[in-house]
């Protein structure tokens, strides 16, 4: 009866390590996917340059909405501060584009930080991205 039971956990073994990540069918599995840096992209994470860890952009980010007509999209772009006593840098988290880091170039109560692309600004807890054009592409205000 053991060497039922060794040869039965043996080959459980082998098929769960065979399969890691995904389902007898091929399909990957919710929370098996993990990019080089080790963030689940199906539970929402995703890698912060800036933070030096995985987040997900929802819960530590900052939500700017579209405002430019022709973005011809409803997806929200996101801003993350290291902390939100560290401000000399801003990483910028756009759809479908490689997430960037942007400089401050401002002091005190209003900032700015910007890129040869973009232009971040804040006021009064107020968000707005420009592109170089000085187009606004996204506004949003931070949560209290």
Known sequence: MSSRF??????????????????????????GDS??????GSAGYQWSELRGECI?????????????KDLNQTTSAFIVFKTMDEDAKVELFLPGEKAVLLPKVGQGNAG???????????WKGMYSLENS????????????
């Not at 082998?14 to 929370?31: E, M, N, R």
């Not at 700015?112 to 804040?122: A, E």
Request: net charge positive; aromatic share 8%.
């Open 112 to 122: 700015t930080w910007k890129n040869k692309k973009y232009v971040l600004k804040q």
């Open 133 to 144: 054009s000085k187009k606004l592409l996204y506004q949003g205000a931070a949560s209290k």
């Open 6 to 31: 060794t040869l039965f956990a043996l080959l459980m073994f082998l098929s769960l390590s065979a399969c890691k990540g995904q389902k007898p069918d091929g399909t990957p599995t919710v929370g």
């Open 56 to 68: 997900r952009l929802f819960e530590v980010g900052i939500r700017l909405d579209p405002k430019a």
């Open 35 to 40: 990019d080089k840096h080790g963030c689940i």
